[in-house]
T-cell receptor, first 110, second 112 residues
């Protein structure tokens, strides 16, 4: 079945550092891929998405490219801010169900 | 504004009681989902529904029940059979396969 493997955290970085959170997936067919962000005590918010191979999703300085050849959708940001501290989830939209990774907690230190 | 409304935000339950969490969406989405999130952990799928009057079990359906009598509503009942119900519950919806998934703000359930 479909599955998502996400880089385990927690991840702690200094402000303005570069960020990469790895995400790989296993799926049949051609799923859509998503990154969601969750702030403390809240639901999940869509950060970015890509619906086909080689698509690049971007939002708020974050980017991720749908790589079919490596089955990956790594999240990147060139310069993180304290306000980026949250939990990040990689997700796969398959035929019926939505499959999420286990989440990566990111903490940015001033 | 369109969105997903979950209620209540906080709920306390005595052992042996059933409780129902409400989820309403006005996005005209066909598919709706319930997830459970435990502290420091990822999301686990409880139930999902692709269409009115139809729903399927997710990965951890035991001790839970749902109904989908209306397109906009997908309530979740946590029954007394659920042995460890204390968790954060998230409702979600989407227009269909491959489309963006939208989440409610979540409901905290605590067993006292």
């Amino acid at each position: 079945g479909d599955s998502v493997t996400q880089m385990e955290g927690p991840v702690t970085l200094s402000e303005e550092a570069c960020l990469t959170i790895n995400c790989t997936y296993t799926a049949t067919g051609y799923p859509s891929l998503f990154w969601y962000v969750q702030y403390p005590g809240e639901g999940l918010q869509l950060l970015l998405k890509a619906t086909k191979a080689d698509d690049k999703g971007s939002n708020k300085g974050f980017e991720a490219t749908y790589r079919k050849e490596t089955t990956s959708f790594h999240l990147e940001k060139g310069s993180v801010q304290v306000s980026d501290s949250a939990v990040y989830f990689c997700a796969l939209g398959g035929n019926e169900k939505l499959t999420f990774g286990t989440g990566t907690r990111l903490t940015i230190i001033p | 504004d369109g969105g997903i409304t979950q209620s209540p935000k906080y709920l306390f339950r005595k052992e042996g009681q059933n409780v129902t969490l409400s989820c309403e969406q006005n996005l005209n989405h066909d598919a709706m989902y319930w997830y459970r999130q435990d502290p420091g952990q990822g999301l686990r799928l409880i139930y999902y529904s692709q269409i009115v009057n139809d729903f399927q079990k997710g990965d951890i359906a035991e001790g839970y029940s749902v109904s989908r009598e209306k397109k906009e509503s997908f309530p979740l009942t946590v029954t007394s059979a659920q042995k460890n119900p204390t968790a954060f519950y998230l409702c979600a919806s989407t227009r269909g396969r491959g489309n963006t998934i939208y989440f409610g703000e979540g409901s905290w359930l605590t067993v006292v």
